[in-house]
């Protein structure tokens, strides 16, 4: 069975720091591109950040860009993302997905259900 399982969602105050990890298993792990996307409420879904099977490629949003960092540990299976110099404006459920094609994150083949992340004073 295929999961994805994110965490390290919360609360915090702007100008905070937040790392979410997303915890993959039933597949193999170390043959797929991960990314982290965020939806706020009334908005559409946007991508956040991507990094290749095997981390020689990462992209980012144009919001997040020099903010935030994904990684990924393929002995755990689990990618990453750290936030940095968060703003009330990151405020978004973020999910994980997996998927064959880095340069056609939209066509992930498994997401999670997401965390919530909420930047404020």
């Known amino acids: 069975q295929v999961q994805l399982v994110e965490s390290g969602g919360g609360l915090l105050q702007p100008g905070g720091s937040l790392r979410l990890s997303c915890a993959a298993s039933?597949?193999?792990?170390?043959?797929?591109?991960m990314f982290w996307y965020r939806q706020a409420p009334g908005k559409e879904r946007e991508l956040v950040a991507g990094?290749?099977?095997?981390?020689?490629?990462?992209k980012y949003g144009d919001s997040v860009e020099g903010r935030f960092a994904i990684s990924r540990d393929n002995a755990k299976n689990t990618v990453y993302l750290q936030m940095n110099s968060l703003k009330p404006e990151d405020t978004a459920v973020y999910s994980c997905?997996?998927?064959?094609?880095?340069?056609?994150?939209?066509?992930?083949?498994?997401w999670g259900q997401g965390t919530q992340v909420t930047v404020s004073s």
């Open positions: 997905s997996a998927g064959r094609s880095y340069d056609a994150p939209t066509t992930s083949d498994y």
């Open positions: 990094i290749s099977n095997l981390s020689r490629r990462t």
């Open positions: 039933g597949f193999t792990f170390s043959g797929y591109s």
